[in-house]
Structure formats: structure tokens, C-alpha cells
């Protein structure tokens, strides 16, 4: 379950997070459903049970469909969660359900016009920062940008901002390593 929103989700993770996208969409319950997966998950990954529950083989089918029913009748989640989960559970896909989280969050995402952003730097950056670089961006791409950014030391300094396939490389590092090449070349 230790899914981030880089990694991607398999082919079947993905037809179930679009079979439940359209249900949640034709009962108008897009935002619940979406909040519920979000929660679901979140409850998993900080669960090591939870998470061995559905990750492991040790538990038949039956075993995690009971207890992920007992699990989720507790869990005040909706009745669409309840039930995907049952039957993702029943199908032998428990250990895909936060990559199916991560598929029906690109769903979400894209239906609401939002346009998603990975944003890199050697250190943290502080609040004014990230809400300058949000500003720019969705001026940029006429519209919401959801921002998730990552620390990585070894780009020394600088900024590397990837918005779909699409990546702006200004770290120092990429400048050394376009100097360096140069300089092999004179």
C-alpha cells in the first residue's frame, strides 16, 4: 500500500477506479466517493494491520472480505466505498486499492479541469514560495493547479517543475552537468 501519487496504477487498478468514477458520477456522489477513497487509504497506509490485510496472501479471499466488511461498517465511510472495496477484495485486488485510489484521483482530477504539478527543490520550500509558483502556474495553464512538491538534495539548488509530460529543469545541477558537456566539447 505504500502507493505515492508518482506511482502508477496497473491496467485492472485502473478499469475498477473508472467503473466506480462512473457510478459515483451518475449517483452524484463524485466528491463523497472521492473523499472516501482518500480517507480508505489514508486509514490503510498509517494501519500496518490494515495493511497486511490486504497486501498479504495469507488471508483467503473470504478472510479479507469479512474483515474488510467489519472494517468498513466501523469506518463511517459511505456505502459505494463499502461496497468497492468488498468486491475488490472478492476479486482478489485488495493490494491494488490504493493504486486504484491514485487512478480515480487523475479521474477526479481531470474532470474538474485541474491540472496536476510536481514541483523539486534541494530544500523545503516555505509557504510563500509554493503559493508564488501555484500563482504562476495556474495563470500558465489558465486554471486550478493542484502543487505536490518534493525535496531532493542533489539538485543542489534550484527548481525542476514537471506539469504532465512536460518537464522545466532549472537546478544547478542540470546547469553543471550542461556546463561540463560543453566544456568535454571545446
Sequence with gaps: MAASTSTHASEAARRYARALFELAQDKGRLAEVHSDFKAFVAMAKSSKDLTILLDSPAFSRGEKVD???????????????????????????????????????????KQRGVQRAVVRTAKD????????????????????VELTSEVDASLIGGIQLRIGSKLVDASIAAKLD????AMKGA
Design 178 to 181: 550542461r556546463m561540463n558537456t
Design 125 to 144: 520550500m516555505t509557504g510563500d514560495q509554493r503559493a508564488r509558483i501555484e500563482s504562476i502556474l495556474a495563470k500558465a495553464v489558465g486554471g486550478e
Design 67 to 109: 474483515s474488510l466488511a467489519a472494517i468498513m461498517a466501523k469506518s463511517g465511510l459511505g456505502a459505494l466505498m463499502s461496497n468497492f472495496v468488498g468486491v475488490m477484495a472478492t476479486n482478489g485486488r485488495s493490494g491494488e486499492i490504493s493504486q486504484a485510489q491514485i487512478a480515480f484521483d487523475e479521474l477526479y482530477a
